[in-house]
Structures are given as C-alpha cells and as structure tokens.
C-alpha cells in the first residue's frame, strides 16, 4: 500500500510541476498591422483663397418724382422684371398737360409777331435805300425783327420744358432689372424738389459679390507669384467660385473684376469684387456668400488623401511612417479640400511616408508592415 500511495503522490507533483511551467509561458507577439502608404511629393495644385463677401446688384436705380402731384396708378407688378422704360406709375397729368397747351399758344404767339416784324423788315429794305423812311426807323424794325426771332426760341424752350414735364407725369423704368415693392401708393402726393422715392430698379444678370483681403495676405500672394511659387495664366480673368449660406456650391464660376489700389485705414484690409452670372436670379443682393478665389497654382503644393487625415476636437494629425517602420502621428495644418485631397500647409517634408489604409489598427510608436507592392502614387485616393 506504502509504494502505491508514494507513486500517486509523485505523479501529482510532476503534473503540478508541468501546469506551473505552462503558466509562466508568454503568449506570442502579434504581427505588425498591414498597411498602404502614399509617399509625399511635390505637385501643382490650385492656390485658393476663401473669404466671405455680400452679393450685390450690378445696377441699382432709386426711381424718383420728377414733378409734383398725386399718384393715379402703380402700372407694374412688384418683384418682377421690367425692360428699360417700361411705365411703372402714372402721375395726375392734367396741370401738366395744361401748361403744356399754354406753352404751345405761346409759341405760335412768338411766331406770328416775329413773321410781322420780319415783313416790315422786308417791306423797309427798299426804302430806306430811297431815302422814304429814316435810317432809324429801319434799324427799330430790324432790331424788333430779331427780337421776335428771340421770343420764338425762348417759347419753343418753354414748350419743350412743358412737354418734358408731361412725358414725367409717366414715370418709366431708367434700366432693365427686378422692380421692388412700391414706396407710394395711388393718391399719394410725390414733390420734385424733395425727390420723392417711388421705387427701386435692380439689374440682378450679372450680379457683384464684393469681399476684402487682409494687406498682408494680399502682398504675400504677390510675393509668391513675383518669385514663380505660383503661376497664374491670365491676371484679367482670375476663377472665383461661391459657397452658399447652406454650404453648397453655386454652379456658375465667376472672375474677378476689381482690386482696389488702395489700403482700408480702420481695418488693413483691400476691397476685391468678382462677376458672376446670374441667369436664374439665384443670388440675391445683401446676401452672405463665401468666395474660393483661385489665385494661381502653387507649382510645389503638398497634397494627402482625404481618408488618411483625422480630425479630433484638440488637432488635426496624420499617421507617418517613421525611422524602424515605426507609426509617428504628425500634427499637420490644412488648407483646401480638393477633390478627394486635403491641401498640406504645414506638418509634412516631401519623401515622408503617410498612411492611408489600416490607420484603424495602427498606434503610435508601434511597428507596422507596408504591404508590398501597394504603395500609392503621389495624390492618388
């Protein structure tokens, strides 16, 4: 019984033995995750300054009185579309027309006394040769002669004035564009002399967007394009397009059409304006817009996919690929969004390597495997 007992005891000890030492063991060492990288390179890229700008009416006209009396009616439509001279009110036109048939007696008045004074002329001429009639007396009908030719010109004046206060008493569009609401009603009483506003015109095809750049900035583009870091082709036509209030684009591009030459004292900044078409009345004047000015293409502009960048609320970061195959996150400032492209202004070299697929399993300062044959081309997605 004694040997028995003794071998079970052993054969316990060498088990307990043999799970201690599996205990001790440690597990194996996982692979290094598979990644792709994109190595970084210099490339063309566009050059785009945003800034935010108002819309504004290429024309606007104040429609005024241009005569004084009541407003009989508003012939047009408000917020619709008017061509240049269409009637848009119509003023009482009876004191005008009054005055204008005065001024038409006056003249036919003028040109009957001067015709009589132009045949006393002609029948003195051969008088006063012989000596029938004084020197003086033909000199007083020459001199009423002209004088009646003076009265003629002053009345037909005098009509004139009177038959351009009628044609006012119609007043009409001075450009074509959106009418806006009335600022008179019928039976309201409107004054030339204190130019009562009627309504307005705006010419809303093309439309202006007007916006400003800060000195500094303006005079660094400058710099840049002096030095041939960015080309641009034609400085008369540069691109702009628009980013509406909801943040989606407009979908006619425009051109810059002004830059002030001189320097805003109170804020340092330079008014710019661009052009852009406006066929379906789409922007309005007075609204917010932000303007992508493409000033050129920077010849040695940095550029990474759109997936490797991660933007967190502290930073924004990348992942390189650094000494050892070791994964660096790198802190990086961006520019534009270009296609599936973010625009690198700070953060990277050219030649470094950054990760853009199986970032989900990388960390930083741990070792990862670029897989082969899988690197990606300078800008590819």
Same mark, same amino acid.
């Given at each position: ?9 052993? *054969? ?34 566009? !050059? ?11 024309? *606007? ?18 917020? *619709? ?21 005065? $001024? ?7 040109? @009957?006394?001067? !015709? ?13 040769? =012989? ?30 004035? $009177? ?9 009409? $569009? ?31 095809? %093309?439309?202006?967007? !007007? ?32 980013? +509406? ?60 996919? =759109?997936? @490797? ?7 924004? *970061? ?22 599936? !492209?973010?625009?690198? +202004? ?17 960390? %930083?300062?741990? %070792?990862?495997?670029? @897989? %082969?044959?899988? =690197? ?6």
């Amino acid at each position: 019984m004694l040997p028995s007992r003794e071998l079970r005891a052993g *054969t316990l000890i060498a088990l307990l033995t043999a799970l201690a030492g599996c205990g001790g063991s440690a597990p194996p060492t996982p692979p290094p995750p598979e990644i792709q990288v994109v190595t970084i390179a210099p490339q063309a890229v566009t !050059n785009v300054v945003e800034l935010p700008g108002r819309v504004q009416a290429v024309r *606007t006209a104040e429609v005024r009185a241009r005569v004084d009396g009541i407003v009989e009616r508003r012939l047009y439509e408000e917020g *619709t579309d008017v061509s240049a001279g269409q009637a848009l009110f119509r003023i009482d036109p009876r004191e005008r027309q009054a005055a204008y048939n005065a $001024a038409v007696g006056a003249l036919d008045r003028a040109r @009957a006394a001067a !015709n009589n004074a132009g045949q006393v002329v002609k029948r003195y001429e051969p008088l006063v040769g =012989q000596r029938a009639i004084s020197r003086q007396e033909y000199e007083a009908a020459t001199a009423a002669s002209l004088q009646g030719q003076a009265d003629v010109a002053s009345a037909r004046a005098q009509l004139d004035r $009177a038959k351009l206060d009628l044609e006012y008493t119609t007043v009409r $569009a001075p450009i074509a564009g959106r009418a806006g609401r009335a600022d008179v009603t019928e039976g309201a009483l409107v004054s030339a002399s204190q130019a009562t506003l009627m309504t307005r015109v705006e010419q809303l095809d %093309p439309v202006y967007v !007007n916006f400003s750049q800060s000195s500094s900035d303006l005079l660094k583009v400058r710099r840049d394009m002096q030095a041939g870091k960015i080309a641009v082709q034609n400085l008369n036509r540069v691109r702009v397009t628009l980013i +509406l209030e909801d943040g989606t684009p407009y979908p006619i591009p425009g051109h810059l059409n002004f830059l002030d030459l001189s320097v805003d004292e109170s804020t340092g900044t330079v008014s710019l304006r661009a052009e852009f078409p406006n066929p379906q009345r789409f922007l309005l004047p007075g609204q917010f817009v932000r303007a992508r000015i493409e000033a050129g293409l920077d010849q040695r502009g940095l550029v990474v996919p =759109q997936r @490797a960048v991660q933007v967190t609320a502290k930073d924004t *970061t990348v992942f390189v690929v650094g000494a050892n195959n070791m994964a660096v996150a790198r802190p990086v400032k961006l520019g534009d969004l270009q296609g599936g !492209n973010w625009i690198v +202004l700070s953060g990277l070299k050219v030649g470094e390597r950054v990760i853009v697929d199986g970032i989900q399993k990388v960390r %930083p300062g741990a %070792p990862v495997r670029i @897989a %082969p044959d899988r =690197q990606l081309a300078p800008g590819q997605r």
